[in-house]
């Protein structure tokens, strides 16, 4: 697999008039070799060009890693070996050398490398820049999103997994929910059971447990503060598998609440499942998002939805497509991204639901079908 996406990154990197691409570790690294680093105090650097054999760039602790994929040499390389290694010591002053090593290798002087904007730092670009001449670093990040935007069936197998485990804990979680738990003690249980559950220790992002006025903010963060009686509570999260992921979120309601509460909910689960209809290839992502903002604007709500129906999911919880009302992108099949309207009131509360969808030939289908009604708890 690595090296059929790896012909299709040379096929895209001629169309993007790029001549080689530099990628610090992370998704779209482990996507075409297969290789998982983590960012550190030492750099990598991925190097692709578009007619060689890929270069690795790392420290000698590292190498052992990355020979365990087949097709990794050591050293210079050997011929017939598609991925060849430089590494460097524990002195930083061995670190340019390295790289040198590595332009030298794929000749970079005076090339175009493409580079991830939202990714690439600061070390390695200088690295990078004092080991060439005269090359230009742009933006590879259409690039990079035109191979990994549609996935394949192994993908989608994985998604759809990672889908079910976040499912499974969030039911586990669910009985253990009382009034005068905090927020974090919540959070600490549903990422206790996402792990029993099977998820990857390396969650997409920690779940988000947002109770009373808290819930009301779409990006809150776990807080000490205890459930109460007539909360509605957010809870945002999900799973990781073989490093791909899912992303649901539910919203409870603690007792009873208020009548302007639960039809808010009302409101956005038909905005959500509006949404989850309306995706099919060919229909602009953007008019998903109109769909669902339809709905909330039709119930006088539209000021209180405040961001994007959704975004796209794979290697990483946010990736293209994103389905904001102006894109035009076409959807296509093999495309998975979130559906999840949301209504926030200030100091009052709110609600979002929120489902991850799979672009199929003949339409969408939701890969999450936990229900979407208001959960009553306590």
């Known amino acids: 697999m690595a090296s059929n996406r790896l012909n299709r990154l040379s096929t895209s990197l001629q169309s993007a008039g790029l001549d080689v691409l530099a990628l610090n570790p992370g998704p779209s690294l482990t996507y075409l070799t ?15 060009r578009r007619d060689a054999p890929p270069v690795l760039v790392l420290p000698e602790l590292e190498v052992t890693k990355a020979q365990s994929v087949p097709g990794v040499a050591a050293g210079t390389g050997a011929a017939g070996n598609p991925i060849q290694t430089f590494a460097y010591g524990e002195n930083p002053a061995s670190w340019g050398e390295a790289f040198v090593s590595a332009a030298k290798a794929l000749d970079l002087d005076g090339k175009t490398i493409g580079v991830e904007p939202t990714h690439l730092r600061y070390l390695e670009l200088r690295l990078l820049e004092e ?4 090359s230009r670093f742009v933006s590879a990040a259409e690039t990079l999103s035109s191979l990994r935007i549609q996935k394949d069936a192994e ?19 669910l009985p253990l929910i009382k009034i005068g738990m905090t927020e974090r003690q919540l959070a600490s249980e549903l990422t206790a059971q996402l792990l029993r ?6 969650l997409p992002f920690s779940p988000i447990i947002a109770s009373g006025p808290n ?16 909360d509605l509570v957010v809870i945002d999260w999900g799973a ?3 490093g791909y992921c899912s992303d649901l979120t539910r919203t409870i309601a603690v007792k009873e609440v208020r009548p302007e509460l639960a039809y808010i909910a009302e ?10 209809a309306a995706g099919k290839p060919g229909v602009p992502a953007g008019q998903v998002d109109r769909a669902t903002r339809e709905v909330i604007e039709e119930n006088d709500y539209g000021e209180y939805f405040t961001h994007r129906t959704g975004h796209g999911l794979g290697m990483e919880e946010h990736e293209d497509p994103y389905l904001y009302g102006e894109n035009p992108l076409p959807l296509a099949p093999g495309m998975v991204y979130t559906v999840e309207p949301g209504i926030y009131i200030p100091n009052l509360g ?3 639901i929120e489902d991850d969808v799979l672009v199929t030939p003949g339409g969408s289908e939701s890969l999450s079908n936990l229900v979407r009604d208001l959960i009553v708890v306590g």
């Open 350 to 352: 709110g609600v979002r």
């Open 240 to 242: 990781t598998l073989k």
């Open 131 to 134: 080991a060439t001449a005269g």
């Open 197 to 202: 559950a099977g998820s990857d220790p390396q």
């Open 155 to 173: 993908e989608i197998a994985l998604i759809r997994q990672a889908v079910n485990i976040a499912q499974r804990a969030f039911n586990a979680t």
């Open 215 to 230: 819930s009301a903010n779409p990006h809150a963060t776990s807080s000490d503060r205890p459930l109460q009686a007539g």
């Open 34 to 48: 297969g290789l998982q680093f983590h960012l550190m105090e030492r750099p990598i650097v991925g190097l692709f």
């Open 267 to 276: 409101v956005v689960a038909l905005a959500n499942a509006t949404g989850r």
